[in-house]
């Protein structure tokens, strides 16, 4: 199945999205499709996108909705559940999770306001899966002033990502930056208009070694036993 045209056939309840999110959300996404995933989107607007999610991930996928407005309730369906709550808030976020397991994605389309999203982020993201996603999107208000956006405002989501740029590669800082959690389980930042992608992921031993050459298959594992090449 086909997010975008999917997206265009849709006749059921409204979803907003901007069209260059299709192919981000396909990136990172397909590898979950028929899975028992759980999917949380914060940000339930007009009740289209849980929808949406629920037909692309399939039959085993549980729809969780996160919204502050109560009238988000009747989104609910098969599949589907909905969380009445501020996303901000760690403790509703925590009694969600106790309801609904732990997410193997994060779809963070709420409040777009820059503490809003921080806030979410740094209770989520440590807590999901080993390969999990968690993707930010609407970020273009992290330039604009109503949602406390503004350029290179420390504040900012957008700010918070490039520091964290910094972290994913803290092993390789010489000990000017300590590795964190946020080094040893994050594979990758991906940045695109608008949107942030998180990829969770753990490393085995991180080195780089040398083959080919005249390299013997025994000094091949000498080297490799010795670490040589670690650079
Ligand atoms: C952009 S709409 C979501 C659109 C929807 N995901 C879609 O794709 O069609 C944003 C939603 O976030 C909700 N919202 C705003 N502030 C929030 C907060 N602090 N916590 C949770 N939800 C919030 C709003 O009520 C609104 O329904």
Known sequence: MNLWSDFLDHNERIIHKWKHY???YERYFSEFVYKPVTVIE??????????MWKRYFGPHARIVGIDINPACKKFEEDQIEVFIGPQ???????????KVGIPDIVIDDGSHKMSDITAT???LYPLMLKNGVYLV???????WEEYDGGLCKPSTFVEHCKQLIDELNAD????????????????????????VVFERGT???????????????????IRQKLGFGVQ
């Open 22 to 24: 299709f192919p981000i």
């Open 88 to 98: 901000q808030d760690h403790g509703f976020l925590q009694s969600v999770l106790d």
């Open 203 to 221: 490393y085995t031993r991180k080195f780089a070694p040398e083959t080919g050459g005249k390299m013997n298959k025994l000094e091949w594992k």
């Open 42 to 51: 914060i940000g339930c607007g007009r009740g289209g996108s849980l929808q």
């Open 137 to 143: 999107e609407d970020l273009h208000t992290a330039y």
């Open 121 to 123: 982020f740094k209770f």
């Open 172 to 195: 390789h800082s010489r000990g000017a930056l300590e590795p964190t959690k946020f080094t040893s389980t994050t594979l990758g930042v991906h940045f695109y208009d608008s949107v």
